[in-house]
T-cell receptor
Framework: DAGVIQSPRHEVTEMGQEVTLRCKPISGHNSLFWYRQTMMRGLELLIYFNNNVPIDDSGMPEDRFSAKMPNASFSTLKIQPSEPRDSAVYFC????????????FGQGTRLTVV | DQQVKQNSPSLSVQEGRISILNCDYTNSMFDYFLWYKKYPAEGPTFLISISSIKDKNEDGRFTVFLNKSAKHLSLHIVPSQPGDSAVYFCAVTGTASKLTFGTGTRLQVTL
């Protein structure tokens, strides 16, 4: 298995532009998580899905952020409009049960908003 | 409010010595605890875990200790090796079925 695949690995965009981050979870995993890593706050959970349904989006910073999971093998995180303070590394992770097992992370997307 | 705290942002240890990384949590309902390791430009990778019914779990050079009364988790690495240099995150989960991470501790193992 190739693991969790994220694209792009790096994204540089201008303030105000729309940004879409993509994730392909490990086949057979039921739960998918989006995290953001910053120096100040470490790894913050933004949203997680179970069986393609959003379960908890309380970590989404504001309405500019949205996430979808149209099927079991694909998810997107969209920021519209983007702002410089959104610059961070965004990770996608999946796990088989969504419960007490470890999550497997992708390599992340480094987003820079200038 | 930070539910999971790693109060030491960095730690430096000599090769061969013991590394001890600490983590505190606030919610007694958490029932599963994990440690992840992260190298630069890579995603975090799972290292070791422990459930709330245990107080110790060992895997080779890595041992995790859980003190439920103190709501404290620690990771011991012995002997420490240069390849252990990384950022270590503790994480907790409970009935909400989501992983909540601490802010991380950067471990530097020196020669």
């Amino acid at each position: 298995d190739a693991g969790v695949i994220q694209s792009p690995r790096h994204e540089v965009t201008e303030m105000g532009q729309e940004v879409t981050l993509r994730c392909k979870p490990i086949s057979g995993h039921n739960s998918l998580f989006w995290y953001r890593q910053t120096m100040m706050r470490g790894l913050e959970l933004l949203i997680y899905f179970n069986n393609n349904v959003p379960i908890d989006d309380s970590g989404m910073p504001e309405d500019r952020f949205s996430a979808k999971m149209p099927n079991a093998s694909f998810s997107t995180l969209k920021i519209q409009p983007s702002e410089p303070r959104d610059s961070a590394v965004y990770f996608c992770a999946s796990n088989p049960t969504g419960g007490s097992t470890e999550a497997f992370f992708g390599q992340g997307t480094r987003l820079t908003v200038v | 409010d930070q539910q999971v705290k790693q109060n030491s942002p960095s730690l430096s240890v000599q090769e061969g010595r013991i590394s001890i990384l600490n983590c505190d949590y606030t919610n007694s309902m958490f029932d599963y605890f994990l440690w992840y390791k992260k190298y630069p430009a890579e995603g975090p990778t799972f290292l070791i875990s422990i459930s709330s019914i245990k107080d110790k779990n060992e895997d080779g050079r890595f041992t995790v200790f859980l003190n439920k009364s103190a709501k404290h988790l620690s990771l011991h690495i012995v002997p420490s090796q240069p390849g252990d240099s990384a950022v270590y995150f503790c994480a907790v989960t409970g009935t909400a079925s989501k992983l909540t991470f601490g802010t991380g501790t950067r471990l530097q193992v020196t020669l």
